[in-house]
């Protein structure tokens, strides 16, 4: 089901800015808190057995991850259309950015350095990008920018192991699914990081969800120096 129908579905609107309560004269603050406040109200975690609140915050995070890319928000703004071409192609603007950096260092706060609520709530993560995340926490706890959370400095690697196991088992249910499907590359891939995404949204407090950890009230984003500074 597209991202316009499942809002249909769920919320009764197709119209991404009526799903947030905002006018589509927004600003991207507005929309920020529009997301906050309604994820905060479907958060799985107020009723965990009920499976349409999950299906709500998931489709809360495909609709941020249209309307906080500019790009994105302006196709959808002219043509009223989303396409999984412009998800993949956010996907790749985001990863390896220092909007992601930002944000995993807010995650690493919010959850005390524990890498697999990190990973799981990470956007556009997967397995194959757990050492270059861990590699950016780390530098920046070496600099004295993020605190040395035990969790994370300490991680057993039964910890590990467990985690990618299970990232494995995901990925092997994911290309089953294309192989019953008879996907093509192009398709494959987007099944793939469609797959991933539901499985980490299905198995955490998520994000893209997840970006509860990115605008919590908490404080904002965590700056490319050091804490408290910009």
Same mark, same amino acid.
């Given at each position: 089901m597209g991202l316009l129908e499942q809002c249909k579905d769920l919320f009764k609107t197709s119209n991404l800015y009526e799903v947030l309560g905002v006018a589509k004269?927004?600003?991207?603050?507005?929309?920020?808190?529009?997301?906050?406040?309604?994820?905060?109200?479907?958060?799985?975690?107020?009723?965990?057995?009920?499976?349409k609140a999950t299906e709500k915050f998931q489709a809360l995070g495909r609709l941020y991850s249209v309307l906080s890319d500019e790009e994105q928000r302006?196709?959808? =703004?002219?043509?009223?259309?989303? @396409? &999984?071409?412009?998800?993949? /192609?956010? %996907?790749?603007?985001?990863? !390896?950015?220092?909007?992601?950096?930002?944000?995993?260092?807010?995650?690493?706060?919010?959850?005390?350095?524990?890498? =697999?609520?990190?990973?799981?709530? @990470? &956007?556009?993560?997967?397995? /194959?990008? %757990?050492?270059?995340?861990? !590699?950016?926490?780390?530098?920046?706890?070496?600099?004295?920018?993020?605190?040395?959370?035990?969790?994370?400095?300490?991680?057993?690697?039964?910890?590990?192991r467990a985690r990618k196991q299970k990232a494995d088992k995901e990925q092997k249910e994911a290309e089953e699914v294309q192989k019953e499907l008879g996907l093509g590359a192009e398709d494959s891939l987007v099944q793939m990081l469609k797959q991933r995404q539901k499985s980490r949204e299905l198995g955490f407090d998520s994000f893209l969800s997840n970006l509860e950890a990115k605008y919590s009230k908490k404080g904002g984003k965590v700056s490319s120096g050091k804490r408290g500074k910009k």
């Open positions: 004269e927004a600003s991207d603050a507005e929309v920020r808190r529009g997301y906050y406040k309604v994820s905060l109200q479907v958060h799985p975690d107020r009723a965990p057995d009920d499976q302006a196709v959808y =703004d002219e043509q009223g259309i989303v @396409t &999984l071409a412009d998800i993949v /192609e956010f %996907e790749t603007k985001y990863k !390896g950015s220092d909007e992601e950096r930002q944000d995993v260092y807010q995650l690493y706060l919010q959850h005390e350095g524990d890498m =697999d609520s990190i990973m799981a709530s @990470t &956007l556009c993560c997967t397995q /194959e990008d %757990e050492p270059r995340l861990t !590699g950016l926490i780390q530098a920046a706890v070496e600099a004295n920018e993020l605190p040395a959370f035990r969790a994370f400095t300490h991680e057993s690697d039964k910890k590990k």
